[in-house]
């Protein structure tokens, strides 16, 4: 189980390259992390619909080992700030961030309980197994942490709850896109 703070399962530290936006990134994992073999396709598909300009603010909430915080702030050298409440991940994010020399700031945060100040963009690919309740905080707190005109991006899987994350989101924001969809993933914006 990825969505806890300090996992208790062995670790087993792999190294992953990866082609994202156009670039070659290294990410370290482990055990205890979600999705540790591979960045995974809804996190992938997620990237894809995002561009942002350099020195906007990016929050990424449930950052696990970093692949989307760390990506957007090397290939739009964004100002990243990367929350998990899982220590192991915490761990790794700050190892992936050196390894492809980016300083984003990571702190632990269950959701948004550490999180101070505004941000033009949140992003999320939600932890799904931590349940409705986790997944609908992520989606309705957003808009307290965004600026005005700023947009909460998240990346859901149809069969696991994206009708309902869209209706929550309509109901937050008062507006919800579907970006794009892709193998039954679904790329959800709300906009403050």
């Known amino acids: 189980m990825y969505y806890t703070e300090n996992p208790n399962s062995q670790h087993d530290i792999q190294k992953l390259e990866v082609d994202l936006l156009g ?37 990424d909430v449930g950052c696990g080992y970093g692949p989307l915080g760390i990506s957007l702030a090397k290939a739009y050298q964004v100002k990243s700030t990367m929350v998990d409440i899982n220590l192991r991940a915490l761990d790794l994010a700050r190892q992936n961030a050196q390894l492809n020399q980016v300083q984003p700031n990571i702190f632990q945060s269950n959701l948004y309980t550490e999180v101070t100040g505004n941000f033009d963009h949140i992003i999320s690919n939600p932890p799904i197994r931590a349940g409705k309740v986790v997944v609908h905080t992520i989606l309705s707190e957003a808009i307290h942490y965004l600026n005005k005109g700023g947009d909460l991006t998240i990346v859901i899987q149809k069969k696991q709850g994206a009708p309902s994350a869209k209706q929550k989101m309509e109901e937050v924001f008062g507006n919800c896109d579907i970006i794009k969809k892709d193998k039954g993933y679904y790329i959800l914006r709300s906009v403050k």
Do not use: C
Request: aromatic fraction near 14%.
């Open 23 to 59: 670039q070659k990134f290294h990410f370290l994992t482990d055990s205890g992390v979600f999705s540790k073999r591979m960045v995974d396709y809804g996190s992938q598909v997620l990237l894809s619909t995002l561009t942002f300009s350099p020195g906007e603010s990016v929050l």
